[in-house]
């Protein structure tokens, strides 16, 4: 009987599946690839790779000491301690370690972790915090990144400065089901379009670089200001703040581009996964000794009066590779 391992990259599950396809639990394994009356044998981890026949046989990770395992394990990222589970039973037994996922964990994990429930495991406390909790009196949304465990955050509208925010005939703070938050800001009508923001640098990773978006909908298309290049910033204060332009649509008809053009560095919304749009306001490096973040969407060129947007909030997380 032979047994052929399959791998589930993001949850790093093993699977053992038998020559007549079916499935059994994985035990440690070397692969011996026969290929026209030649063998080229090889670890789970080797390097040589051929299409061939597989043949089971002892795995060398199985006489390495668990606690040897897991100290090695903690030096990468959760993303590959989960991948790195389906090697041998060994090694899934040594990722579930405490000690293991506690060096994932943020330092101040203790303080984050929701006070109401008790947790069997780091390793379950670390994906309990990979979702969205409300920190703040509810005024920002705090988790970690599941693939590497580094801290994302938005802040809530009511967290932000918005220009005549307070007053009802110009913005409106509504309840939506799909937010996080217990209230969004609505736009009514505006002329001056102005929205500012600081936060503590504490709430993310230090030594990492960060990308901030606004999260928001559009109502009719957003009048006034879809099309309407925004001029947006991020950095750290003290520090030279670079500047872009954003659309909240991005959409212009024909009319429209033969009147404004189109211009092409203009950053377009982008539809999220949980129904929100986004807009990137830039990046920035976390690095040590700068205490604060702030931000800035400004629109105050345009004679035209604006409406129809909702603003949920602005959200950094960890900015990936283009």
Known sequence: ???????????????????????KEGQSTALTLKAKDKEVSGSLMGQNQSVGEIITGPSPFDDLPEDCISNIVAFTSPRDACVSSSVSKTFESAVRSDSVWE???????????????AFSSKRELYFALC????IDDGKKSFWLEKGSGKKCVMLAARALWITWGSSPEYWQWISMPESRFEKVAELLSVWWFEIRGKMNTRLIFLGTRYSAYIVFKTVNKCPGLADLP?????????????????YFDGYMDKDAKKERGEMRDVMKPKKREDGWMEAELGEFFNEEGCNEIELSVIEIKSPYWKCGLIIQGIEFRPTTSR
């Open 1 to 23: 009987m032979k047994k052929e391992y399959k791998t589930d990259a993001s949850m790093g599950q093993t699977q053992g599946v038998d020559s007549k396809g079916k499935g």
């Open 103 to 117: 060096k994932f964990l943020p330092l101040d994990y203790t303080s984050l972790a929701p006070a109401s429930r």
């Open 131 to 134: 979702d969205h909790f409300l």
């Open 230 to 246: 925004v001029e947006v910033g991020v950095g750290l204060v003290g520090q030279e703040i670079p500047k872009q332009l954003i």
